[in-house]
């Protein structure tokens, strides 16, 4: 598998919102990029607030951008906040330096990223390690 299908980003999604009503999450919304952080799918729950396309995707694309979950991209923010803040104001797609971006593997190779917002960013990375598992997919680890 090369990269992930539209399918299974539906599937993501899915998991995710699951996930999120199972744990009395906040609206959450869900955006599947491919291994270019291309988006595939995106998706709100009612009630999520505005720019939220904009937030996800900024999860999952500056994850896949430095090879490492939103998390770690956070925690190199606070390290080296002059690299992260230069890379983001040239990246091709946003980065957002918060939990809930995480990378899909397949074989060893990145196919794409889930990045979620909505709740605490501890709850999106929940959510999104859940609509990965749902989709039957790997998160890296």
Do not use: C, Y
């Not at 993501?12 to 291309?38: M, N, Q, T």
């Not at 430095?66 to 925690?75: N, T």
């Not at 890379?87 to 957002?96: D, L």
């Not at 605490?120 to 890296?140: C, V």
């Amino acid at each position: 598998m090369t990269q992930i299908t539209l399918a299974q980003a539906n599937e993501i999604i899915a998991g995710a919102f699951a996930k999120g009503r199972e744990a009395g999450f906040k609206p959450l919304s869900v955006a599947v990029v491919d291994a270019g952080g291309h988006l595939i799918a995106f998706a709100r729950q009612d009630g999520a607030s505005f720019a939220r396309a904009q937030i996800a995707t900024g999860k999952a694309a500056g994850a896949l951008a430095l090879g490492v979950s939103s998390r770690k991209v956070g925690a190199m923010a606070e390290e080296r906040p002059w690299f992260i803040g230069a890379f983001a104001s040239s990246a091709p797609h946003p980065v957002i330096p918060a939990a809930g971006g995480v990378i899909v593997v397949a074989g060893g190779a990145f196919i794409g990223a889930v990045g979620v917002t909505g709740e605490t960013s501890d709850n999106d990375e929940i959510a999104a390690l859940a609509g990965i598992a749902a989709a039957g997919l790997t998160a890296q680890g």
